[in-house]
């Protein structure tokens, strides 16, 4: 018994060990448009977005941190867009339409426009939609109303961002 129990936890060992460390690839750009591609590029390669943020690097530099699938996972499994704009209800209106093309919110950025990143698993299509609602204001007290009024329509806290203004991201997940 013992014996069986000893070649068990060599095995376990053993395959923890075999087991890779993460891998990750950082990507750097002043350029919205760049950013994009080469997230998309990554993805194709078997990463997934892990975080970004901008603004407050060096030269304004957007920078995003992608992590290496697991062997076994598709490769271009992921496709991601970078929204970008100075305007709130802009950028309302582009959140929504790439929830309705499959896309859900995958992180946000600010400097000097309010930049999201969205994210469609290709393996999920036919997955019906989200609805999102960005709430924007100077006020801190109206804030904390909106947020409540959107959380009785059914919202779920996202994100926050200030440029500008307050500004949170709430999705509504479809049923």
Do not use: W
């Not at 060992?13 to 990507?27: C, D, I, R």
């Not at 194709?44 to 996972?73: C, N, Q, S, V, W």
Request: proline residues 1%; charged residues 30%; neutral net charge.
């Amino acid at each position: 018994m013992t014996r069986y129990l000893i070649a068990a936890l060599l095995l376990c060992t053993g395959l923890a060990s075999a087991q890779k460390s993460p891998e990750y690839k950082l990507l750097a750009t002043s350029r919205t448009s760049t950013m994009e591609k080469e997230i998309n590029e990554a993805a194709r390669e078997g990463y997934r977005f892990a975080g970004t943020m901008g603004g407050d690097t060096h030269a304004g530099e957007i920078i995003t941190i992608m992590r290496k699938l697991p062997d076994g996972d598709d490769k271009d499994r992921f496709q991601y867009k970078l929204l970008a704009t100075e305007r709130t209800g802009t950028m309302q209106r582009e959140m929504q339409e790439a929830a309705d093309a499959g896309y859900e919110y995958a992180g946000q950025m600010a400097r000097g426009e309010v930049m999201l990143i969205v994210e469609r698993d290709k393996t999920e299509a036919s997955k019906s939609h989200s609805q999102y609602r960005l709430l924007a204001t100077s006020r801190t007290g109206t804030m904390e109303k909106e947020l409540n009024q959107a959380a009785a329509d059914g919202f779920e806290f996202m994100g926050l961002l200030k440029r500008g203004e307050v500004m949170a991201i709430m999705r509504k997940r479809a049923q």
